[in-house]
């Protein structure tokens, strides 16, 4: 059974960081792309970063331009989004999601990934 588990969410203050994590588990993971994306409430998801299944090319949302930093380990089947400098308007469930070979002009569309972490929950306070 193909599965994603987000971890590393939290609490933190403005101007702090931290570290998600995304271990999946039932596929050969260095040929899944990763995407993760957010969603505030009452807003839909979008997306906030992705790596390339090669681990090649990475993609950033304008938002997360040099504040996040996305990796990908694929001897330990994880993937992980740094983020620095977070702020109220990142608070939000973080999603890792995975798509076999995706291309890499699909891979800031959430609509191409058919497997998807239940998410993990980012709070900045003010």
């Known amino acids: 059974q193909v599965q994603l588990a987000e971890s590393g969410g939290g609490l933190v203050q403005t101007g702090g960081s931290l570290r998600l994590s995304c271990a999946a588990s039932g596929l050969t993971f260095s040929n899944y792309a990763i995407g993760w994306f957010r969603q505030a409430p009452g807003k839909e998801r979008e997306f906030a970063a992705a790596?390339?299944?090669?681990?090649?090319?990475?993609y950033y949302a304008d938002s997360a331009k040099d504040r996040f930093t996305i990796s990908r380990d694929n001897a330990k089947n994880t993937a992980s989004l740094q983020m620095t400098n977070l702020t109220p308007e990142d608070t939000a469930v973080y999603y890792c999601a995975a798509d076999f070979r995706l291309s890499d002009y699909k891979l800031v569309q959430k609509g191409w990934y058919h497997v998807w972490g239940q998410g993990t929950q980012v709070t900045v306070s003010s």
């Open positions: 790596i390339g299944w090669s681990g090649r090319r990475t």
